[in-house]
């Protein structure tokens, strides 16, 4: 079964305001990536986390990795059109690299 | 480079059907991976292979074969298609030995209707 949880799977977001989506694993990762989908495209890689608690950002876009290394969250600030898409989280157990069911985010302009 | 190549991009089968969906890669990954996307879904894990010559059942891998002969090639074979088996379908690769931790380069997608 899936390994890898991510919540919620919509985002109906009001353009201009701020959401979270989150990734749950029930394994320790060594690493989790982000990408992202925009609608009728392919999965487009984001950002690889590899520390324990670490954070990074990619302008309105913060990615964290919890301590654990179990979870990790997406924080989108001051979400504009452009954001629209599906967000899906991986991570690599085994040889296999295992993703959410995703986050679909809608905008509401 | 062209970076993960998937054909075709579309595709009408009739039930009991068979074809090969192709993937190749110019970037010399070693690891590959074939995904299917129902809609409003996510990734499915279905094969992958972590060289030439080795490969491994995902999460759905009944009713689907695939071989790796070549480091560039990976196909996806579908024998007696079902309706069950309409889907998008992403092959994807990424470095994996030497690099660990390295991120998945997708193709564009194939979209398979059964009818």
């Known amino acids: 079964g899936q390994q890898v949880m991510q919540i919620p799977q919509y985002q109906h977001v009001q353009e201009g305001e701020d959401f979270t989506t989150y990734c749950n694993s029930s394994t320790t990762l060594s690493n989790i990536q982000w990408y992202k989908q925009r609608p009728g495209g392919h999965p487009v890689f984001l950002i690889q986390?590899?520390?324990?608690?670490e954070v990074k950002k990619q302008k309105r876009l913060t990615f964290q990795f919890g301590e654990a290394k179990k979870n990790s969250s997406l924080h989108i600030t001051a979400t504009q059109t452009t954001d629209v898409g599906t967000y899906f989280c991986a991570g690599p157990i085994d040889y296999k690299l295992s993703f959410g069911a995703g986050t679909t985010v809608t905008v509401r302009a | 480079n062209a970076g993960v190549t998937q054909t075709p991009k579309f595709r009408i089968l009739k039930i009991g059907q068979s074809m090969t969906l192709q993937c190749t890669q110019d970037?010399?990954?070693?690891?590959m991976y074939w995904y299917r996307q129902d809609p409003g879904m996510g990734l499915k894990l279905i094969y992958y292979?972590?060289?030439?010559?080795?490969?491994d059942k995902g999460e759905v891998p009944n009713g689907y074969n695939v071989s790796r002969s070549t480091t560039e090639d990976f196909p996806l074979r579908l024998e007696l298609a079902a309706p069950s088996q309409t889907s998008v379908y992403f092959c994807?690769?990424?470095?994996?030995?030497?690099?660990?931790?390295?991120?998945?380069?997708f193709g564009q997608g194939t979209r398979l209707t059964v009818v």
């Open positions: 986390l590899v520390k324990s608690g």
């Open positions: 970037m010399n990954h070693n690891y």
């Open positions: 994807a690769s990424r470095e994996g030995i030497l690099v660990m931790n390295t991120e998945a380069f």
């Open positions: 292979s972590v060289g030439a010559g080795i490969t």
